[in-house]
């Protein structure tokens, strides 16, 4: 493939917690090139020490995202011409997760408040029963069908001035998924589970100001699954049952 | 550092949801206050309705009312995304409530003078 003649002039923090500085680096600009082939070319080209996580390269595993020029991204699937300022790139690692090293984080804290929310599932059938007929019609199901294709990327998370405010919030990714959990009616901890999404750090704390949803990069809509959850606490308050 | 998703209207819709919100809970205890006069000490009323007739003090007035109605209109619109089924035209939810916000202050501004 030709190269094209432009350079990128490309800024990449790196450190670790105990702080770091940006570098930058030239790096030859090629037609259809993503944020992640930039950042593979430096690592492969000039700075083999350099830090950062990708698997599957298509937008399946959710492990690429960092802040390109100060907006959370999926790298693999963000082409440089849709990022670019200039010819500038600025990457950094996601926001409000500990970094470990360069533009990797620390998803622990993350991944914990999926369970903090119950957004795991609890079954009430076994592998010997009939599976479930549930029409994907239904009123729950489509609520659910929504929410499920998360690929647990954390660029919600990143968004979300909450979870800058208050670090205990349990953050769109989580409460989306406890969403679509609370409309799976095979699940047997609904009470739970409601009681998890209403605890101090719950979804009452959100603004509903939909950064989450502006930059979800598979189009989900954490803001409209946490004002589900809104609606349904009200309602389960009102009747008494948390 | 201006954060880029921070120039989002909704995010804007937001930033001045709260922000009414705060000069609101500011001046209306002052509000309440002037309005007790008429109860205990009416001449000290008739002296804080006479400056009400400053051009400056109506220009305030009218920002109080335009932020009343933000703070007004912004709520319903929070109340209507939460509780309401999911609209996709969020933005043009924010545009409408500050629209209409502006549309009243514009209004009284005319009666005002
Ligand atoms: S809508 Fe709620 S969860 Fe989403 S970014 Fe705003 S506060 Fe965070
Ligand atoms: S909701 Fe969207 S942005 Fe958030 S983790 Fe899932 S895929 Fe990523
Ligand atoms: S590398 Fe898997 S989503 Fe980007």
């Given at each position: 493939?030709?190269?094209?003649?432009?350079?990128?002039?490309?800024?990449?923090?790196?450190?670790?917690?105990?702080?770091?500085?940006?570098?930058?680096?030239?790096?030859?600009?090629?037609?259809?090139?993503?944020?992640?082939?930039?950042?593979?070319?430096?690592?492969?080209?000039?700075?083999?020490?350099?830090?950062?996580?990708?698997?599957?390269?298509?937008?399946?595993?959710?492990?690429?995202?960092?802040?390109?020029?100060?907006?959370?991204?999926?790298?693999?699937?963000?082409?440089?011409?849709?990022?670019?300022?200039?010819?500038?790139?600025?990457?950094?690692?996601?926001?409000?997760?500990?970094?470990?090293?360069?533009?990797?984080?620390?998803?622990?804290?993350?991944?914990?408040?999926?369970?903090?929310?119950?957004?795991?599932?609890?079954?009430?059938?076994?592998?010997?029963?009939?599976?479930?007929?549930?029409?994907?019609?239904?009123?729950?199901?489509?609520?659910?069908?929504?929410?499920?294709?998360?690929?647990?990327?954390?660029?919600?998370?990143?968004?979300?001035?909450?979870?800058?405010?208050?670090?205990?919030?349990?953050?769109?990714?989580?409460?989306?998924?406890?969403?679509?959990?609370?409309?799976?009616?095979?699940?047997?901890?609904?009470?739970?589970?409601?009681?998890?999404?209403?605890?101090?750090?719950?979804?009452?704390?959100?603004?509903?100001?939909q950064g989450c949803a502006s930059f979800c990069p598979v189009a989900l809509n954490p803001t409209?699954?946490?004002?589900?959850?809104?609606?349904?606490?009200?309602?389960?308050?009102?009747?008494?049952?948390? | 550092?201006?954060?880029?998703?921070?120039?989002?209207?909704?995010?804007?819709?937001?930033?001045?949801?709260?922000?009414?919100?705060?000069?609101?809970?500011?001046?209306?205890?002052?509000?309440?206050?002037?309005?007790?006069?008429?109860?205990?000490?009416?001449?000290?009323?008739?002296?804080?309705?006479?400056?009400?007739?400053?051009?400056?003090?109506?220009?305030?007035?009218?920002?109080?009312?335009?932020?009343?109605?933000?703070?007004?209109?912004?709520?319903?619109?929070?109340?209507?995304?939460?509780?309401?089924?999911?609209?996709?035209?969020?933005?043009?939810?924010?545009?409408?409530?500050?629209?209409?916000?502006?549309?009243?202050?514009?209004?009284?501004?005319?009666?005002?003078?």
């Open positions: 493939m030709a190269e094209l003649s432009d350079e990128l002039e490309v800024a990449v923090w790196q450190g670790d917690r105990a702080g770091g500085a940006m570098r930058i680096y030239s790096v030859p600009q090629r037609p259809s090139q993503t944020v992640l082939d930039v950042v593979t070319w430096i690592q492969r080209n000039v700075e083999p020490g350099l830090s950062y996580r990708f698997a599957c390269r298509v937008g399946m595993c959710g492990s690429c995202a960092m802040m390109v020029n100060g907006q959370p991204r999926w790298a693999c699937r963000t082409h440089i011409k849709a990022a670019l300022a200039g010819n500038h790139l600025e990457l950094r690692p996601l926001r409000n997760l500990p970094v470990i090293k360069d533009l990797a984080c620390d998803m622990s804290e993350f991944f914990h408040k999926w369970q903090q929310a119950e957004g795991r599932f609890y079954p009430t059938a076994d592998r010997h029963e009939p599976v479930a007929k549930i029409s994907p019609a239904s009123p729950r199901r489509a609520a659910a069908n929504k929410g499920i294709e998360c690929i647990n990327c954390a660029a919600c998370y990143a968004a979300c001035d909450v979870v800058a405010w208050n670090p205990g919030y349990l953050g769109p990714a989580a409460l989306n998924r406890a969403w679509t959990l609370l409309n799976d009616v095979r699940d047997g901890a609904q009470k739970r589970r409601q009681r998890a999404v209403l605890q101090n750090n719950g979804c009452q704390n959100c603004h509903s100001m409209a699954a946490i004002a589900g959850l809104k609606r349904t606490a009200l309602r389960a308050i009102r009747q008494g049952q948390v | 550092m201006m954060r880029p998703h921070h120039k989002s209207s909704l995010w804007l819709g937001f930033l001045l949801h709260r922000l009414s919100g705060l000069i609101l809970a500011l001046f209306l205890p002052l509000h309440f206050y002037v309005l007790g006069l008429a109860l205990v000490d009416t001449a000290a009323l008739d002296g804080y309705l006479i400056l009400t007739r400053n051009p400056v003090v109506k220009f305030m007035e009218c920002t109080l009312v335009f932020l009343l109605a933000v703070h007004l209109f912004g709520g319903l619109r929070v109340l209507a995304l939460e509780f309401l089924p999911w609209h996709s035209r969020q933005k043009t939810l924010v545009a409408a409530s500050s629209a209409a916000a502006l549309f009243l202050a514009c209004l009284f501004l005319l009666r005002a003078f």
